[in-house]
């Protein structure tokens, strides 16, 4: 059942004092699962025993959607190991996955992790270059990977890369090279049944334990080279048993379903669907995420994790087609929203909207707002975003279109999540209260977030200077982040601490707040705020093409290319007036005096945003110093 917003009034809590009375028992309820649990392979498998022929995992990689049950699940784990035992893979050895979100990402990552194996993952979206940093720096030894693409990426590595010796192939139908160091994966499954070396993984499987190291995960590298987060079970499994069961946003229930959306190379996605498996609720995997509406009115999912991009992307796709509609359909619209927003507003200050209020949104709902939800399936209950910040003005659309979408915080470091909104705890603009023996504190000289817990690594793979800097003297780890909390523990993000532009006036100003403030707009893709000790702020703008190109036609605005279509002086004045509409409620200093449009969108592959989409501010301003400089020059 979809959520619904008509009765949603959350609560008033302080969160960071109720977790603090019931810290003592928490501790125990935790260690509880850690006892039970151990390793993250072993919970799976007795679930499997709970469960048996129950669906635990379906995917649609060759048009059809094929389902895994737990039965099914588990023996393939064991025929990996044993593949890799019989290939001569040892304990502790390193084990990589360079592929988009399939069953056999996580099959193959609980198959290696079943015999100690320590996995390491690689975004799908990774160049060659940025593969081969990652497999030399951990030294990995198999690499599974996913389709043509990735593989195309992977075979020359097995000459440039001295520690790799096998690729193992997902995707039937990938061409392949004539290459003993190469198989398909059914082949290699065929291999671990053949000989199956069950008794000896259960033997390495009760040597196993929580302080295990169980996978390495790179940041992706926004300031500077990924460095490698150390994970142990137990960091990984905090955040399963934190979001799934002991938060008063517990919205995990047996037999629900979750589309894994987010890439599962970052760690979000991969707590959050070991939270999933640790409920006995099933996984829908989306691998093309240009197909994810039709991955979401297929699968229906209760609960999804998403990156912001979707939502803005729905947000501006709904508004766009709204813009041509007729007029009557426009006005329909946009009585619905305004009827939703004075309902809502009332819900959130936890004030029970009137009888004849509740009507017009029954019927607001019947007319319009019910199609919005449509989008997202008939099932939900619980939509969650990660990764970057969503703006508020977008959170508080769909809930008054009876969707909630709620947000966290956390990072690669910290398994990630630090705090969490909720159904029954959330406030727009934050990212929620501190999850359950999490501690978060503020530093009173800088203002940045530093946090201790369970779910926070110990290190940095063999980088024992970057470790050090990582934490406070007093064993705090420093996040980079400033922020705030309110009077009820919700925690709320101001910027990061290397962000921070210091104009030539001495004025601090926050660029991500300018810059989530814009990019709600749907003529805006990117936003890159500069002004590090310049006079005023300027900013770098990737216009959205598709939504700039159908109004400049519209307009009757005619254009041989883009850098013809930025030159038009019609154009400069539209996105001119957005900016000053934007940017109205800011103050003088953090207003946007000068900006420039840019011609070619940003991409990992150009270098400018990293695999979890966030914008590598050190390289846009190297790359487009001279565009920078311009803006500056009188």
Sequence with gaps: MAYDTLKAIPPRINYTEKYKKERSELEKDFQKHLDEWQTTPVMVVNFSKKYKDLPAMHHKPYGEWETFSWNQMTEIMFAVASALLNAGIKEEDKIGIFSGNRAEWHLSDLGAQLMRCVVVPIYATNTEEEAAYIIN??????????????????????????????????????????????????????????????????????????????????????????????????????NAWGVGRYTEANCFYEGDTSMCMLPLTHVLEGSWSLGILSMGMQLYYCEDHNEVLQYLSEANPSVMNAAPRLFEKIYSTLYTGIRDASPMKQKLFHWSVKIGKQHGDLVLAGIQPGAFLTLKRKIADKLVLHKVRALFGTNFHHLNYGGAPLNQEIEKFFFYCGVLITGGYGLTETSPVLTMNGPHCFKFGSVGPAAPLVDIRIDPETGEIQAKGPNVVKEYYKKPEATKEAFTEDGWFRTGDIGRFDEDGYLYITDRLKDLIITSGGKNIAPQLIETLMAEDHFIEYIAVVGDGKKYVSALIVPSYENLEAWASKEGITFANRAELLKNPQVIKFYEHIIEKRQQNLGQVERIKKFTLLEHEFSQETGEITPTMKVKRKVVKEKYKDLIDAMYAE
């Excluded at 291999?191 to 302080?211: F, L």
């Design 137 to 238: 720096d951990a030294g990995i030894k198999v690499l599974f990977v996913g389709r043509q693409v990735h593989y195309d990426k992977a075979y020359p590595l097995l000459d440039k890369c001295p520690s790799l010796e096998k690729i193992v192939v997902f995707h039937r139908g990938t061409k392949i090279h004539a290459d003993k160091r190469v198989i398909m994966w059914d082949d290699f499954l065929a291999e671990g049944r053949k000989s199956p070396r069950k008794n000896d993984i259960e033997e390495i499987m009760k040597k196993a334990t929580y302080d295990d190291i169980s996978e390495i995960i790179y940041t992706s590298g926004t300031t500077g080279e990924p460095k490698g987060a150390v994970h142990t079970h137990k960091t990984m499994m905090h």
